[in-house]
């Protein structure tokens, strides 16, 4: 079911915290840019933005196209809880593409923090990065037996990870569960900010990034890619990067991804959590929340599909509702009063796993950075 209508493209809804937090800034002036380059890369989210930086230093021209202004797709509305943990379980992930792919898998989940810290360690303090334990709950007696496998399979392959009984969580945390894994890695930040900072510093290298531009089709032409543009012109481009998120799907020949909607509320300061990790949960759609660095509490789940956006911003309300009750039955106690609460458009793939690459039987230079999952800015790294 599409979750957005096709008509208005909204992949979230407006009150999406960062973009309240961080506001929307000036309109990017119009480019007269040229109409050639080497790399064109389609979105400008958090996902553009690294594809971009990573290609920076190859002396490239790059132009990067958003059709609305950059980071405000689902970037601005993501939790932006930073796991390695997949959404499908090691064991699991095992099963469906083997041994050895699973763990590399789960490899690059980890190694994405290295990268993260090595690369950005001058923006990551002004986007509030934060490292966190993460905390996967048993959301039931039937799934501690599989949790504790499961926290077992991640050890044998070196992740860092330990099996708490629901008396330790409660006694750490306050929550009341069967029992959990504790990772001790894991990582929280402002996404809209870091991509903002990834941004500026592209253009300082420059990297033309142009808004509102909208790609409406990218063709071969000759040796080259011919984007469309929604105003008439033609950009051609040598490669293509399509990083526009859910609406990359229009792109593709196939389809590899549902699309659900996922819900998230941001609560009033509160000095009661400010040592909680991330935390989520077994059960499918699960429960999420993180705290932030001016001491708010956000908490996200209740994944539905919707068939339009008008459908999705009715349903918040209700979603926001039991949210908090998830949260109270989770904790024992009231939530602290909610400030704002956001709805954004949500994929995953039948594997967990994104699609980074080209695509068989689709132009070789014409590659996609899907990033779909609960763990899509991992990925994004
Ligand atoms: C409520 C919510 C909670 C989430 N929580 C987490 C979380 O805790 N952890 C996590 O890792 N991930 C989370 N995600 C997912 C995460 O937000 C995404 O993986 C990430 O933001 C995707 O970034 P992106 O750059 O690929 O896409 P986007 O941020 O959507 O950027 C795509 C850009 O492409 C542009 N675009 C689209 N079509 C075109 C076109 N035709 N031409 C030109 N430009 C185009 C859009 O305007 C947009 O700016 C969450 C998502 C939501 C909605």
């Not at 499908?88 to 993260?116: C, I, M, N, P």
Request: charged share 25%; glycine share 8%.
């Amino acid at each position: 079911m599409w979750p957005f209508d096709r008509k208005s493209r909204r992949v979230r809804s407006s009150q999406a915290y960062w973009l309240l937090r961080n506001g929307i800034g000036d309109a990017a002036p119009r480019s007269r840019a040229a109409s050639t380059c080497d790399i064109a890369i389609v979105g400008a989210g958090i996902t553009g933005a690294l594809v971009a930086d990573s290609l920076v230093s190859t002396g490239a021209r790059i132009v990067v196209l958003d059709s609305h202004e950059p980071g405000q797709g689902s970037t601005s509305a993501s939790t932006a809880l930073l796991q390695y943990e997949i959404d499908t379980h090691l064991t699991d992930l095992t099963r469906l593409v083997g041994a050895e792919r699973a763990l590399r898998a789960y490899r690059a989940g980890v190694d994405s923090f290295a990268v993260l810290e090595d690369r950005f360690a001058d923006l990551l303090p002004m986007a509030d990065y934060e490292r966190r334990p993460s905390l996967y709950l048993a959301s039931d007696e039937k799934a501690v037996a599989p949790l504790q496998v499961e926290a077992a399979a991640r050890r044998a392959i070196g992740l860092h990870c330990e099996w708490l009984d629901g008396a330790e969580v409660t006694r750490r945390y306050g929550c009341h569960t069967p029992g959990a894994v504790l990772s001790s890695l894991g990582a929280q930040m402002d996404p809209l900010r870091f991509t903002r900072a990834l941004l500026a510093g592209c253009l300082r290298h420059g990297v033309d990034v142009r808004s509102r531009a909208r790609v409406e089709s990218v063709d071969a032409a000759g040796n080259d890619l011919a984007l469309r543009l929604a105003d008439g012109s033609v950009l051609s481009a040598r490669h293509v990067v399509i990083c526009a998120g859910y609406e990359s799907l229009r792109f593709l020949d196939r389809d590899v991804a549902d699309i659900d909607n996922t819900f998230a509320l941001i609560t009033a300061p509160t000095d009661e959590f400010a040592s909680l990790p991330l935390v989520w949960e077994s059960a499918r759609p699960y429960l999420y929340m993180r705290t932030t660095r001016d001491r708010r509490l956000i908490v996200g789940g209740g994944d539905v599909p919707c068939d339009t956006v008008a459908a999705r911003e009715l349903l918040l309300p209700k979603q926001t509702v039991k949210l908090a009750k998830s949260f109270e039955k989770l904790f024992g106690r009231p939530l602290p009063p909610v400030e704002y609460a956001w709805a954004g458009s949500f994929a995953s793939t039948r594997d967990g796993l994104p699609y980074i690459g080209p695509v068989a039987g689709m132009h070789p230079r014409l590659q996609f950075a899907l990033c779909y999952g609960g763990n899509g800015i991992t990925y994004s790294v």
